[in-house]
């Protein structure tokens, strides 16, 4: 099980940063959500109307319980998902591209189907937003790493 490089972490104004324990899952989607509205006439005429498209990252993260605290904090922070704010993908002090958006209502961290000691669990969120190209070196404060974190793998 190899370390993982830099930090993921999350900001609520893109200068105070919170690290988490460890970096997401690689097995996290991204996609477009999109909405159109559609119109018919009397003679069956369509007209089609673009209302949105936004960015979509279903992402998951594995921790232990004495892990699940910086998780639950992040979900509170957030007050689940009244609150916008960045999220860090990449490696601390790389240029690099943030993603903005609110996360789905809800703290569900589950056993993972694996046997372990100690227990580990997936939280899987969906965010919706955009992304947000910066430099980190420049443009904001580099995240702080989590208090008594190696940045290891549990996978």
Request: net charge negative; charged share 20%; hydrophobic share 40%.
């Amino acid at each position: 099980m190899a370390d993982r490089p830099g930090v993921c972490a999350y900001s609520l104004d893109n200068i105070d940063w919170t690290a988490f324990p460890y970096g997401p899952k690689f097995d996290f989607g991204y996609g477009l959500e999109e909405s159109n509205i559609s119109l018919e006439t009397d003679i069956g005429r369509r007209f089609i109307y673009s209302k949105f498209s936004r960015d979509r990252w279903d992402i998951t993260f594995r921790f232990t319980e004495t892990e699940r605290s910086a998780f639950q904090d992040f979900h509170d922070a957030v007050d689940g998902q009244i609150t916008p704010f960045y999220l860090s993908l990449g490696v601390a002090g790389v240029a690099s591209a943030l993603i903005y958006g609110r996360k789905t209502a809800g703290f569900f961290p589950a056993g993972i189907s694996v046997p372990a000691i100690p227990v580990i669990y997936e939280y899987r969120f969906t965010i919706i937003g955009s992304v947000v190209d910066i430099d980190l070196t420049t443009d904001f404060v580099t995240p702080v790493p989590f208090a008594g974190s190696s940045f290891g793998g549990l996978w």
